[in-house]
T-cell receptor
Framework: GENVEQHPSTLSVQEGDSAVIKCTYS??????FPWYKQELGKRPQLIID?????GEKKDQRIAVTLNKTAKHFSLHITETQPEDSAVYFC??????????FGAGTRLFVKA | KAGVTQTPRYLIKTRGQQVTLSCSPI?????VSWYQQTPGQGLQFLFE???????NKGNFPGRFSGRQFSNSRSEMNVSTLELGDSALYLC???????????????FGPGTRLLVL
């Protein structure tokens, strides 16, 4: 069945450093890859997404890259700040009307 | 526009009971998906509805069911509750879904269900 693997499960960085979270998907029909940030006790919020016809997308300090051949996509956060501390989820969605989420990465940004 | 709303926000039930959760999508959104979130399992897909039709279902037992009304509001029902059903149940809506027209899903605040 469809699967999305996400690594690492926990990531601790110093304020100002970069953070990278990687995901691998199994369904080759996947064509939409959103990233969500979930703070404690809150709903997941979309932070960036990428479609399969694009290899990279950037929004200020956040960027996502997609390698369709390898079925990999990654989230890059530069100049991390304490408020970036949260759980981040990657996801993949294809023609089956189903979004499969990774298990999440808990990011700690130390001041 | 108002965001996705879910009711109730918190619920306590006992084993064997049944429960119905409600989700009102953003106005104009026709796709509603449901997810179960637990600390150990992350976000697990339950089912997706579009124009009152269930288009896909996740790997959950038949005790989990849902429906969507003509105004796009959706309900999910869990019968014969088990302790393991304790979780945060999230719904998410989008305007369109599927094929080349993938659009952002917006999540509701969730319903936290505790089964005793």
């Amino acid at each position: 069945g469809e699967n999305v693997e996400q690594h690492p499960s926990t990531l601790s960085v110093q304020e100002g450093d970069s953070a990278v979270i990687k995901c691998t998907y199994s369904d080759s029909a996947s064509n939409y890859f959103p990233w969500y940030k979930q703070e404690l006790g809150k709903r997941p919020q979309l932070i960036i997404d990428i479609r399969s016809n694009v290899g990279e997308k950037k929004d200020q300090r956040i960027a996502v890259t997609l390698n369709k051949t390898a079925k990999h996509f990654s989230l890059h956060i530069t100049e991390t700040q304490p408020e970036d501390s949260a759980v981040y989820f990657c996801a993949a969605r294809g023609g089956g009307f189903k979004t499969i989420f990774g298990a999440g990465t808990r990011l700690f940004v130390k001041a | 526009k108002a965001g996705v709303t879910q009711t109730p926000r918190y619920l306590i039930k006992t084993r064997g009971q049944q429960v119905t959760l409600s989700c009102s999508p953003i106005s104009g959104h026709r796709s509603v998906s449901w997810y179960q979130q637990t600390p150990g399992q992350g976000l697990q897909f339950l089912f997706e509805y579009f124009s009152e039709t269930q288009r896909n279902k996740g790997n959950f037992p038949g005790r989990f069911s849902g429906r969507q009304f003509s105004n796009s509001r959706s309900e999910m029902n869990v019968s014969t509750l088990e302790l393991g059903d304790s979780a945060l149940y999230l719904c998410a809506s989008s305007r369109l879904a599927g094929g080349p027209f993938q659009e952002t899903q917006y999540f509701g605040p969730g319903t936290r269900l505790l089964v005793l």
